[in-house]
């Protein structure tokens, strides 16, 4: 039992945790601690499960009653991690398949960087992916979530940057089924945030709880919730007061953390997140 663990008797707020987090540890030892510290969900990093093989992940999942919250990632259709667009695209077709195997609600989405493309035309190939994607997606049931990240560590990642260019994209689409993937660490620092954040609840699919002490810069470093700059608090209370009710998915790593020992990093990141919603809301926090 988590000994930070404090249970809220209000209404039901889902609280998963990415495996991003305990990246040197297993796909089982990953599942039987996110129980084990009373985590209702889990995201799912899909060289671990592919490892462990994803029939034999599905009933781990359900023997420790865990919901897989997201899927990273799908993406790199510009080439920018050295695959071509084709292979890119069968990659993230797979994933969706193994999304839907193990009953993920989102599979995350990166375009992949510019990689010297003209700007117009690596939004083409990106669209072009999306579009195709979304279909398989929307034929078994699965959810896609655009991720944008911030300039300053997301050049390799993907053109998009920002949330008014994540909406530009979601409705160029043809499919209702691709929405936005919210991590405050990416978006956090914007000043405006608590401004134009109710505004787009109804686009997000799963948001992602990332903290950090200064601006991404490089690879990204984040601390643990709650000890840097990001105004968790507030971004919670506005998007559950705005209609949010999917999961809240803490990623948490970087150099900031990287010494600290993993059974630490879930323990206070349960703690303090059910001690925030405890104090912002009067809703049940598993």
Known sequence: MNPFYEPVATRMVKLA?????????????????????????????????????????????AEHNLEVSSV???????????????????????????????????????????????????RRMMLSAFEELSEAADAVGVSLAVEPMHPGCGADWTIVNDVRQTLEVIGSLSRSNVGL????????????????????????????????????????NRCLLGEGRVPLREIIATLLSAGYDGYFEAEVLGEEVEHLPYEHVLAHTHHYLTTLLASTCSREVK
């Open 17 to 61: 945790i990415n495996e991003l987090t305990t990246y040197r540890w297993t796909f089982e030892e990953d599942v039987l601690a996110a129980a084990e510290h009373g985590f209702a969900g889990i995201g799912l990093w899909r060289p671990k499960v592919t490892e462990y093989g994803t029939d034999k992940a599905v009933e781990l999942l």
């Open 72 to 122: 990273s990632w799908a993406g790199g259709f510009t080439g920018s991690d050295g695959r071509s667009y084709h292979e890119s695209l069968c990659d993230a077709l797979d994933a969706v398949q193994a999304a839907s195997q193990v009953g993920a609600k989102n599979v995350i989405l990166l375009s992949g960087g510019r990689n010297n493309h003209t700007r117009n035309h690596a």
């Open 181 to 220: 993937a919210l991590d405050t660490y990416h978006l956090g620092f914007d000043p405006t945030i608590l401004e134009w954040l109710p505004d787009i609840v109804r686009h997000i699919r799963i948001v992602q709880l990332g903290d950090g002490k200064h601006l991404p810069l490089g690879e990204q």
